[in-house]
């Protein structure tokens, strides 16, 4: 089961959510927006505590979206899983047995079949389709790649989450922690 059947991803902007979420019950935490002097603490602080991290790569502070950034990330703080717009990334965490998972923006209908080209080139663990408030093409892109999706931006309530689920999302990634408090009752 992908996620250890962990419907919400909660996913730390700071590294106080960050404190919080790791001493929640989630299993899998994303992380956003840190400075890429606080990886490496951060991934040893999750271990600790027997979470599976993954970083967003694009929102790393410091940090270039290049092969060298990626082979720092995947040989040097070697999360559970990479989130990036990236090939390289992707290409790269996939070639080192990290789960890549590849982000796409629902823009436009150019967009949608660029992102198309490039997901046959990268063949991702995972697409995270943002805004995730799009139920029908949540259903498209999991019909039309075959990869599993998970969907984040813009969810804010349980009808929200829930219309995610019925068109196909394996889970959602949420920084709101109103949604973490009500599908995890560790987190304050």
């Known amino acids: 089961m992908p996620f250890n059947d962990q419907k919400i991803i909660p996913a730390a902007r700071t590294i106080k959510q960050f404190d919080k979420v790791v001493k929640s019950e989630f299993e899998y935490i994303v992380l956003l927006e840190v400075h890429l002097s606080h990886l490496r603490s951060l991934k040893q602080e999750a271990d600790r505590h027997g979470k599976k991290l ?30 990036s717009t990236r090939s390289n990334m992707i290409l790269k965490a996939k070639s080192r047995g990290i789960l890549a998972i590849q982000r796409v923006f629902l823009i436009d209908t150019i967009a949608l079949e660029k992102s198309y080209s490039l997901l046959e080139q990268t063949a991702p663990d995972f697409i995270e389709l943002l ?18 999706v998970i969907t984040g931006g813009l969810i804010r309530t349980d009808e929200q989450i829930e219309q995610a ?7 959602i990634t949420t920084s709101n922690k109103e949604l973490w408090k009500r599908f995890q009752k560790v987190v304050d």
């Open 54 to 83: 993954i970083i967003h790569a694009d929102l790393i502070h410091g940090l270039k979206t290049d092969n060298f950034a990626a082979d720092y990330l995947c040989n040097d703080i070697r999360p559970a899983g990479i989130i």
């Open 165 to 171: 689920f019925a068109a196909g999302a394996i889970a």
């Open 131 to 148: 805004p995730g408030v799009i139920p029908d093409m949540i259903k498209e892109v999991s019909i039309q790649t075959g990869i599993p």
